[in-house]
């Protein structure tokens, strides 16, 4: 609970002062101190602006797939955002579904003028996958 406050107070702050993902491991540093310990599967998205600054981050949701990752984007003008989605086993390999799912996303948020920029799997401890640094549902 303490780790999604101080992500909350982080992406309020002036924008002289938001936090900028340069890298996977930026925005990873942002989610793994929290959902590397969820007991069960979330799906959150990182919205950015034009300079990769952190606008919001929002849940999507717990447990069971929903296909509205896309929705908080539109409403919030967001040109890009990175989907993090955590595995509650500890391992951070992405499914054969994770793959479908981040093809899908990719694919509709170019219709809609949204740049998906990643989609990281969060495991156990820091451990991570950007799925876009293993070519993994990215073209």
Do not use: W
């Amino acid at each position: 609970m303490a780790a999604l406050e101080l992500c909350r107070r982080f992406v309020s702050l002036a924008p002289e002062e938001r936090i900028i993902i340069s890298t996977p491991q930026d925005a990873a540093n942002l989610v793994t101190g929290e959902m590397g310990t969820l007991d069960q599967e979330h799906l959150r998205v990182i919205l950015l602006n034009t300079r990769n600054e952190v606008l919001s981050t929002h849940e999507i949701y717990v447990g069971n797939v929903n296909s509205s990752v896309v929705r908080p984007a539109v409403r919030n003008n967001a040109p890009s955002l990175i989907v993090v989605h955590n595995h509650p086993s500890g391992n951070p390999a992405p499914s054969d579904d994770d793959i479908v799912i981040t093809k899908d996303l990719v694919a509709s948020g170019k219709v809609l003028g949204i740049e998906v920029l990643d989609h990281l799997v969060i495991g156990s401890g820091q451990r991570y996958v950007s799925m876009n640094e293993n070519g993994q549902g990215f073209s």
